[in-house]
């Protein structure tokens, strides 16, 4: 194994640790919400939640515009980016891809939980919402260390779809 392989392996065997201890944790104490009973109100809450969870792609699309506005990258179509609004792009664009898998399992899994479950959607918003910034943190300093946060925000969607499909056929 290279160095590189071995820090991208080290940053996303952590990632998913602290994915899962966070998740874990936090549903547990997160408190319960008497009102979820139903389907319906289960997936508004989650609709809510995931209202919170894009703010991370608002924030990289705010950050991205405004890096093109004040330099030479205003017309995108010159290739004028600094290396700094390049990563930035890319960190909107896989954040959209995540985001679009946590709004669809999020959703899904809502519809077969119940309301004492529920914590796990609002830890996993939270999770997703820190990932993702580790993931935009850590590219920024070396594009090597956005492993923690992509391996974290990845498997985070991974086993959010994994729980649906459990569920689904069981």
């Known amino acids: 194994m290279t160095k590189e392989q071995k ?11 602290a994915m899962v201890a966070s998740v874990a944790t936090i549903s547990q104490l997160w408190p319960l919400n008497p009102g979820l009973v139903d ?12 209202a919170f969870g894009i703010l991370p792609l608002l924030l990289g699309i705010i950050v991205v515009g405004n890096n093109r506005f004040f330099s030479e990258a205003i017309d995108p179509t010159l290739h004028r980016e600094v290396l700094a609004t390049q990563i930035n792009g890319r960190v909107v664009d896989n954040t959209l891809q995540q985001s679009m898998l946590f709004l669809v399992g999020t959703l899904a899994l809502s519809a077969n939980l119940t309301g004492s479950q529920m914590g796990v959607i609002s830890a996993a918003t939270i999770v997703f919402i820190v990932a993702r910034i580790t993931f935009w943190i850590g590219y920024r300093i070396n594009p090597l260390y956005r492993a923690f946060g992509m391996a974290a925000t990845g498997y985070l969607n991974v086993g959010i779809l994994v729980c649906v499909f459990w569920k689904f056929w069981r």
């Open 39 to 50: 389907v319906s109100t289960r997936l508004a809450y989650t609709l809510q939640m995931n």
């Open 7 to 17: 820090v991208v392996a080290i940053g996303a065997a952590s990632g998913v640790l």
